[in-house]
């Protein structure tokens, strides 16, 4: 148990739809990352949030946006949803004093988005 | 650039066999991190091992070690004596300035 929860765990939408995923983050940590792991991929990372400011972005588009809350929990936002969004969805959190980029990241088990 | 590449996509052994999983990283940085991950049937990453780029210091955990060598661009991972319970996906990754590469990681069949 790494402290850091998903939800949903498993969901359907279809083309064209928006999705929120959500992610609480491992208690002091106020660090928080996005990634999409397409089947049978490694983990791509979308953004990272610091203290509720986006520090960090991969290579996805706009559709992609997230927010970070002042508990540090964060959310995911993808908007106009298309096939190849189907993916497996994970969060990751870390501590200030181990930044992401130094430390250790701590993960949930993830979202998995079906987009028919 | 960053890239990881794990050229092994399946990999099987039987159980108490040693076994080595080869990450390869591109980066023009001088600062950087690689780490090791496992992915177990239920999704969740596991952390293994951190290393930065200026530790070329090989790490021994229990069955599992590490050897990081800057002139090939490698970060390999050995299990000694493997176990059933070993079976997963392995991830390496390169974490450079918030940025963060993954290979496309390698999947571990250990069969008793």
């Known amino acids: 148990e790494t402290g850091v929860t998903q939800s949903p765990t498993h969901l359907i939408k279809t083309r064209g739809q928006q999705v929120t995923l959500r992610c609480s983050s491992q208690?002091?940590?106020?660090?928080v990352s996005w990634y999409q792991q397409a089947l049978g991929q490694g983990p791509q990372f979308i953004f990272q949030?610091?203290?509720?400011?986006?520090?960090g972005r991969g290579n996805f588009p706009p559709r992609f946006s997230g927010l970070q809350f002042p508990n540090y929990s964060s959310e995911l936002n993808v908007n106009a949803l298309e096939l190849d969004d189907s993916a497996l969805y994970l969060c990751?959190?870390?501590?200030?004093?181990?930044?992401?980029?130094?430390?250790?990241?701590?993960f949930g088990e993830g979202s998995r988005l079906t987009v028919l | 650039a960053q890239k990881v590449t794990q050229a092994q996509t399946e990999i099987s052994v039987v159980e108490k066999e040693d076994v080595t999983l080869d990450c390869v990283y591109e980066?023009?940085?001088?600062?950087?991190?690689l780490f090791w991950y496992k992915q177990p049937p239920s999704g969740e990453l596991v952390f293994l091992i951190r290393?930065?780029?200026?530790?070329?210091q090989n790490e021994i955990s229990g069955r599992y070690s590490w050897n990081f060598q800057k002139s090939t661009s490698s970060f390999n991972f050995t299990i000694t004596a493997s176990q059933v319970v070993d079976s997963a996906v392995y991830f390496c990754?390169?974490?450079?300035?918030?940025?963060?590469?993954f290979g496309s990681g390698t999947k571990l069949n250990v069969k008793p």
């Open positions: 990751a959190s870390s501590s200030e004093l181990l930044r992401a980029d130094t430390g250790e990241l701590f």
């Open positions: 208690s002091g940590h106020n660090t």
């Open positions: 949030y610091y203290r509720e400011e986006e520090n």
């Open positions: 980066t023009r940085d001088t600062t950087y991190y």
């Open positions: 290393r930065n780029s200026f530790d070329e």
């Open positions: 990754a390169l974490i450079n300035f918030n940025k963060f590469y």
